[in-house]
């Protein structure tokens, strides 16, 4: 049964250009069922609606939050789906499981002048800080995921004409970027990318001290002491800086498909929770202001 998972997330990666974490997720959700249902003396390819049913109850008794027993039946629905389409199974068990909808928490996101003092902290003036302030300004500007940041080129930036070509993960897009991200990539790209790049010829964008392409986990280290140092309270990812990019832009005007556009979101519902953000912001600013309110 491995061998199905493997040809299922290689069909993934084909044909819905799905992230790694994604992937990943998919791939442990699998692997875990498959594990379950071997102890239980179980042939996944003749589990029926019971056998799901007794694995769910047991995610719970686990003590799984009910987003993740959510998220693991969605990767099942996918996977069966899989082996219907490759006629290893006759019917889909997992669309006859109904788990109560998880109510979704609107994402966390900084305040302009947060954003402000969070872009304010890297140095200017030693390599690192340049670099940092590079990489704080582009994920901000563009709002990438951080896969995607970390995953970009020297050669997929255009300085000039001030836009990224993203399509490593997701969507294939183009990002365009303002005057101050294009400063800040200026100085880092002309100035201290060519240090760091001096032993190798390492095609990334962002490099570590080291000459090699910067990790999710240096990223997230480092971004997590410049919010230190900011005083920003609020516990953050690399994730919070692309809801603020949408959250911002929405606040600012922006229209929503275009929001979409630059997110590289395949469905629009998915945007639409950032207009619930703002909306929700709107309200608690009248609910404070309003006379009457």
Same mark, same amino acid.
Request: hydrophobic content about 35%; proline content about 4%; charged content about 25%.
């Given at each position: 049964? /491995?061998? $199905? ?16 974490? $994604? ?19 179980v042939n996944? +390819? ?10 769910? *109850?047991? =995610?719970?008794?686990? @003590? ?11 990767? =099942? ?28 928490k609107l ?10 003092? +969070? /872009?304010?902290?890297?140095? *200017? ?48 897009? #183009? #990002? ?18 060519? =240090? /760091?790049?001096?032993? !190798? ?9 080291? @000459? ?10 480092? +971004? ?12 953050? $990812?690399?994730?919070? /800086?692309?809801? *603020? ?12 498909? *275009?929001?979409?556009?630059?997110? @590289?979101?395949?469905?629009? !519902?998915?945007?639409q929770i ?20």
């Amino acid at each position: 049964m /491995l061998e $199905t998972v493997h040809d299922f997330i290689e069909y993934l990666d084909k044909k819905k250009k799905l992230t790694k974490n $994604t992937l990943d997720s998919y791939q442990h959700d699998i692997c875990a069922f498959l594990q379950y249902t071997k102890e239980e003396g179980v042939n996944p +390819l003749q589990a029926g609606r019971k056998n799901l049913e007794s694995y769910f *109850s047991f =995610l719970k008794k686990s @003590g799984r939050a009910n987003s993740t027993v959510c998220r693991e039946l969605a990767s =099942l629905k996918n996977y069966y789906a899989y082996l219907l389409e490759q006629g290893m199974v006759d019917s889909n068990p997992a669309l006859e499981i109904h788990l109560p909808k998880v109510e979704k928490k609107l994402p966390q996101v900084l305040s302009p002048g947060e954003m402000e003092r +969070l /872009l304010e902290q890297p140095e *200017s003036s030693d390599l690192k800080g340049i670099r940092d302030k590079a990489m704080l300004e582009l994920l901000y500007a563009t709002g990438i995921r951080v896969t995607e940041l970390i995953e970009l080129d020297v050669t997929e930036v255009n300085l000039e004409m001030g836009f990224i070509h993203c399509e490593k993960t997701g969507a294939d897009r #183009i #990002i365009p970027f303002g005057k101050i991200c294009t400063e800040a990539l200026t100085a880092y790209i002309h100035k201290v990318r060519p =240090l /760091l790049n001096e032993a !190798s010829d390492e095609p990334a964008l962002f490099l570590n001290l080291s @000459g090699q392409r910067m990790s999710r986990q240096g990223f997230w280290k480092l +971004l997590k002491q410049y919010a230190k140092d900011a005083g920003i309270e609020k516990t953050i $990812t690399p994730h919070t /800086l692309r809801h *603020s990019f949408a959250a911002h832009l929405l606040e600012n005007g922006a229209d929503l498909h *275009s929001v979409q556009s630059m997110l @590289g979101h395949a469905d629009v !519902s998915t945007t639409q929770i950032y207009v619930h953000l703002v909306n929700s912001k709107i309200q608690e600013v009248y609910a404070k202001a309003h006379p009457r309110a």
